[in-house]
């Protein structure tokens, strides 16, 4: 099985949707009993009060996945957007959301970490739980910073690594770092503190950067109820394997969030002004 983020999310596409809904993302729980589309759209309007997007607003939605997010900045906010992904499947998925919503976003198939669109065209870089997948987050951080406007905005949200994992845990723990591999692909966490640091070298100014691993912990059971309520066909798009191994990788991140390892952080940063 590849573990390249592009074929790993054509593959998993139509399961994802089953397990996490529309928005591929993880919830923020007011509440653990929130159902889980109420909180994955509770995480995406974390972003939406970071990032102040207005009518006109030119924004680049990197790691688009579904389009979700991208159609609704367009139809609700009246921004003009343009998300990117290097997923075939998920152009196709994106571009077809849109046009059965009438709604003008685009999407293209780029990649993040050199994504040749033009200096200063956007007046907000959206990346919402895409950068952990990009293993060169300087390329990224560098890229974002360098299409965005002066005074334009990064808002980004993710997965992070919040302590060093010393090289006899890997070893130690390989089989379960193997699952969440098998389950999502070639994962890469950082520290809120490296993107913090990326993006000041960048000269970009870091207005907020919080760690919310408490309020997305209950994201795994909500998945995994949604693994039972749709086993069936679940069992025909992974196999058997493929059920188990997010199943258990659902209950390794949650261990890893328990311990401190792994949570989820949200950050913002601004440009200078010219
Ligand atoms: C966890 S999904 C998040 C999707 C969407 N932002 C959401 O929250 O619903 C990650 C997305 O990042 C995309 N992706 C992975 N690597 C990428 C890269 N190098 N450049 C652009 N997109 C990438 C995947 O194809 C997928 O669409």
New binding site residues.
């Given amino acids: 099985m590849s573990t390249q983020?592009?074929a790993h999310?054509d593959r998993v596409h139509e399961a994802w949707t089953l397990i996490m809904g529309e928005?591929?993302?993880y919830g923020y729980f007011a509440d653990p009993a929130t159902p889980l589309d109420e909180a994955t759209a509770a995480l995406t309007s974390e972003m939406l009060e970071l990032a102040g997007i207005g009518e006109g607003d030119r924004v680049l939605d990197?790691?688009?996945?579904?389009g979700?997010?991208s159609c609704d900045l367009a139809e609700q906010l009246g921004a003009r957007v343009l998300g990117?992904?290097?997923?075939a499947s998920?152009v196709a998925a994106a571009s077809a959301l849109a046009r059965s919503r009438g709604v003008e976003a685009r999407f293209e198939q780029r990649?993040?970490?050199a994504n040749g669109l033009p200096d200063g065209a956007f007046d907000v870089v959206w990346a919402?739980?895409?950068s952990h997948?990009?293993r060169d987050r300087a390329g990224l951080l560098s890229e974002s910073a360098r299409v965005l406007a002066p005074e334009g905005r990064l808002v980004l949200c993710d997965i992070i690594r919040k302590r060093e994992i010393p090289f006899l845990e890997v070893r130690d723990r390989r089989d379960d770092f193997a699952v969440l591999r098998a389950a999502f692909g070639d994962a890469h966490m950082e520290p809120l503190s490296v993107y913090a640091s990326l993006l000041e070298e960048l000269g970009m100014t870091v207005v907020e950067a919080t760690d919310i691993s408490v309020p997305t912990l209950p994201t795994f059971a909500a998945w995994r109820a949604n693994v039972t309520a749709h086993s069936a066909t679940l069992l025909g798009l992974l196999g058997e394997q493929g059920v188990a191994d997010f199943v258990r990788s659902t209950h390794v991140l949650e261990e890893f969030w328990s311990d401190g390892t792994l949570g989820y952080g949200i950050l913002a940063a601004v440009k200078s002004p010219l």
């Fill in positions: 983020p592009a999310y928005e591929f993302h990197i790691g688009c996945g579904t979700r997010q990117i992904t290097t997923s998920g990649d993040g970490t919402l739980e895409s997948l990009m």
